[in-house]
Structures are given as structure tokens and as C-alpha cells.
């Protein structure tokens, strides 16, 4: 985020009509749906994705949904979930979720909600598909809701955090950031960057309410952003944003709780300048972990125990523009896809499956404002 910051970018007043837009037939059988979440008044936009020549086809707008901050699919990607980081929604001063029925590569819409404030920046599902959480940047406020035939009811819980950091420019007051779900659906966390912390709950996952089960606590500045956690099930990653460092966490199966095993700097020594880190990849097998940095724009690569989820650093490589948002692994894992948000592109690295090494060139695609990519 930074000074670039996407609310800076583009503000509207209010989500924009749902409705799929006219879109060109998908019937190749070699190519695969993308779906971009756009932080514009297009909201949502639509690509065909070819593994083998790497190449992303612009197929329309997916969904008139303004500002899309992140998308994500139920379980059987039958259905797809958005934050959409605006200032009001049915007249209310809050940002807005909606989710829509996935058929042949097009978008349906299904339901929309109010967040619980504005800004809303992430949402998550649980792995049943049937609790979402929302995260309020602008207004520090998470809030989850039930799922029913990917329809989303009215907020079921919600929390507003008061408390805030010491940096004067970046955590004058909370800012949920990133929902996420622990690897036995037990617990939920919510990332705070303006209180430097992860809010940990009891998930009820029938109800879809939350109780209080503790805090990991980051250290004073660090702006605790996302959290990803290890295939191996003990191991997760925080990307803490304002200090470009990663905490790397040992996972309590018992309590949920979270506790600090070691750090890395994503930073080389010299830096200058303002930077800020900010998503976490992690391959299938679990022995590549990859984290985005912005400001010194870069992808850095780590080698990761399977067992115990240990980082070795490997290099920083480019991410092919300015201001990485989100980034994933195509599911070949052959090929690296980055949103970079401030120079309008997707760009694409090819990956050695065995190394896990990254491309240093790539090629790149026009996407308005990318900030989250996923596979149909």
C-alpha cells in the first residue's frame, strides 16, 4: 500500500450494479478461466489461460463489481466470493461481499451484503465452504457470514478493533487486513497491521460465530498483513507489510495459538527507500515458499523444509512491474503470476519445478488495477 495506495487509486460510493458482462465463447479445451479482481469500477475481469505457451487472453468483464479487492472460490469453485473496498453499500457506510454462481466460465450474480465498516479489503472461506470472513481495512472490522447455495447471509458476528500501532502515518488506528482459517477449520485469525497482531477465534462452523481464543502479538511497527499456512499443518507465514519481514510461526493444534520460531528479512542491507511486503505463495509439496515485496519491487524465494516448514532464502528475482498485490502459481506450477497493481500488468515467470527457481524475464498482460488472480 504505501503512498501508492489503492485508496488512493480509485474511491467510488458505491458498488456498481451486478451483472455479468458479455463475454467470448470459452469452449477450448486447452485453456483455463482467470479470473482478475480489479480494484476499477469494472470489478472483475475475465481471461483465458493457456499452460503450455503461457499466455493470458483478455475475455471481457467477468462482473461489474466496483473495486474488487480479492476474490476467492468455494471448495468446488462452483461458486466465487468478493471484497469490494468502497465507502457505502445500501446506503450504509460500509464496504461491501458478494458472491455469484460459476457456469461455463461465466459469473452469475447471486448475493451482495454489507461489511461490517468500510474498506473492505479480503474475504476467506473456511474449508466446509459454508462460513466467510471480511476484513475491513479502512473501518478495522472483520465480520463473517453463512454461505447457502453461495448465497451470503446478513453478517452473523462482527468485531470492530480500536487499538493501534506506533506508526504515526500507517497505524493511527486498526486495520484488519487478511481473514484465514486454521489447517483443522477449528480457528480463525484475523491480521490487524494498525496493532501489529493476529486476532485468533474459536470458528463454530455451523453457526459461523467466533469466540475470542487469543493474540499473536508482531513486534512495535511490523503491520501484521497476511498469514499462510504450511501443507505440513504446524508451520505458517505472517508477512508483516510496514517492516518487510516475515515471522515465522509455530502452529498450536491444541489451543490455535501461534508462537514466533524465527524472522527473515526480505530486505538486502542496502535498501533505501519506503517498502512494504505483502502476499505469501507456497507450492503443493511444500518445499517452495515465495513472498512479494513493494517499493524495491521483487519477488524473493525461499527453499522450505517439507517437515518442519524451515526457510532457506534463495535470491529475490523480479516481479515484472510496480507494486506486486497478489501473486500465484498456475496449477501446473510451471509458471508465477503477478498482479502488479500500479503498472496495470499480470505478469508471467516460468518456474523450475524442481529448483523452484524463478524466471528473471517474463512476459507481461494488461489488467486494469490487478489485485488478485485466481484458476477457475
Known amino acids: 500500500m504505501g503512498k501508492l495506495s489503492r485508496r488512493k487509486f480509485l474511491k467510488t460510493a458505491s458498488v456498481a450494479t451486478l451483472a455479468p458482462a458479455a463475454a467470448r465463447s470459452f469452449a477450448a479445451s486447452h485453456t483455463q478461466r482467470v479470473f482478475i479482481g480489479s480494484n476499477t469500477p469494472d470489478g472483475i ?3 483465458g489461460w493457456d499452460p503450455a ?7 471481457g468483464i467477468a462482473a461489474k463489481l466496483a473495486n ?3 476474490i476467492t472460490f468455494s471448495p468446488r469453485h462452483d461458486y466465487l466470493y468478493a471484497a469490494s473496498e468502497v465507502d457505502s453499500f445500501n446506503g450504509k457506510p460500509t464496504g461491501a461481499v458478494a458472491s455469484f454462481r460459476v457456469q461455463d466460465g461465466q459469473l452469475h450474480p447471486l448475493s ?3 461489511s461490517a465498516s468500510a474498506g473492505t479489503c479480503h474475504v476467506a472461506l473456511d474449508q466446509t465452504g459454508r462460513v466467510m470472513l471480511s476484513a475491513d ?3 478495522g472490522s472483520a465480520a463473517s457470514f453463512l454461505i447457502n447455495d453461495g448465497n451470503l447471509s446478513p453478517l452473523v458476528w462482527s468485531e470492530h ?3 493501534h500501532g506506533p506508526n504515526p502515518d500507517r497505524q493511527n488506528s486498526a486495520h484488519a487486513h487478511f481473514a484465514s482459517f486454521s489447517p483443522d477449520n477449528r480457528f480463525a485469525y484475523i491480521n490487524d497491521l494498525g496493532d501489529d497482531c493476529i486476532h485468533i477465534y474459536g470458528l463454530n462452523a455451523t453457526t459461523a460465530m467466533l469466540s475470542p481464543a487469543g493474540t499473536y502479538q508482531a513486534r512495535p511497527g511490523a503491520g501484521c498483513r497476511t498469514l499462510h499456512f504450511h501443507p505440513n499443518g504446524r508451520t505458517a507465514y505472517c508477512v508483516n507489510e510496514l517492516d518487510s519481514t516475515v515471522d515465522v510461526l509455530e502452529w498450536h493444534k491444541a489451543n490455535g495459538s501461534l508462537t514466533l520460531v524465527t524472522r527473515i528479512d526480505l530486505l538486502p542491507a542496502t535498501h533505501t527507500g519506503v517498502n512494504t511486503a505483502c502476499d505469501t505463495v507456497i507450492s503443493k509439496d511444500g ?5 512479494a515485496n513493494r517499493g524495491t519491487d521483487f519477488l524473493f524465494t525461499c527453499k522450505a523444509d517439507p517437515r518442519t516448514g524451515a526457510l532457506t532464502p534463495k535470491g529475490r528475482s523480479s516481479c515484472g512491474g510496480k507494486t506486486p498485490r497478489n501473486f500465484t502459481l498456475d496449477p501446473t506450477e510451471r509458471w508465477m503470476l503477478v498482479a502488479n497493481q500500479n503498472s496495470n500488468l499480470i505478469s508471467v515467470f516460468a518456474r523450475d519445478s524442481e529448483t523452484g527457481a524463478l524466471a528473471e524475464q517474463g512476459k507481461s498482460f494488461a489488467a486494469a488495477a490487478p489485485m488478485c488472480i485466481v484458476f477457475e
Open 137 to 139: 481495512y479502512g473501518g
Open 112 to 114: 451482495a451484503q454489507n
Open 68 to 70: 474488487v479487492d480479492w
Open 287 to 291: 518445499q517452495s515458499v515465495y513472498f
Open 45 to 47: 475481469l475475465a481471461y
Open 161 to 163: 478493533y480500536t487499538a
Open 53 to 59: 505457451t503461457a499466455e493470458l487472453t483478455p475475455s
